[in-house]
């Protein structure tokens, strides 16, 4: 069993920055591809970016390629979504997730763990 907690998020101004931090619990975080999605209400679940588990591939949405960037460090169990530019549309509650079997997937079905969520606000 594997448990994500998600901390970062907050109120911010359009054109700011912030760094979304996820904690896996476990001895086998490096073995596992990772993601952010997020959701927004009234919304259905939305990839958002990946990572392999080797940290060698990373890949994104469209609508935060060149803003947003995924990173992680398997000697700290973390994943971090670094998020630039913030626009009023990048509201939403932000997931974490983990897949065991390192499918590297933009589908939240590829995906066994989630953590809680973590709000994003951006006010314009």
């Known amino acids: 069993q594997v448990q994500l907690v998600e901390s970062g998020g907050g109120l911010v101004q359009a054109g700011d920055s912030l760094r979304l931090s996820c904690v896996a619990s476990?001895?086998?975080?490096?073995?596992?591809?990772m993601a952010w999605f997020r959701q927004a209400p009234g919304n259905s679940r939305e990839f958002v970016a990946a990572?392999?588990?080797?940290?060698?591939?990373?890949v994104y949405a469209e609508s935060v390629k060149g803003r947003f960037t995924i990173s992680r460090d398997n000697t700290k169990n973390t994943v971090y979504l670094r998020m630039n530019s913030l626009k009023p549309e990048d509201t939403a509650v932000y997931y974490c997730?983990?897949?065991?079997?390192?499918?590297?997937?933009?589908?939240?079905?590829?995906?066994?763990?989630w953590g809680q969520g973590t709000q994003v606000t951006v006010s314009s």
């Open positions: 476990g001895r086998t975080f490096s073995t596992y591809s």
């Open positions: 997730a983990a897949d065991p079997l390192g499918r590297y997937s933009s589908s939240p079905w590829s995906y066994d763990y």
């Open positions: 990572i392999t588990m080797n940290d060698i591939s990373t």
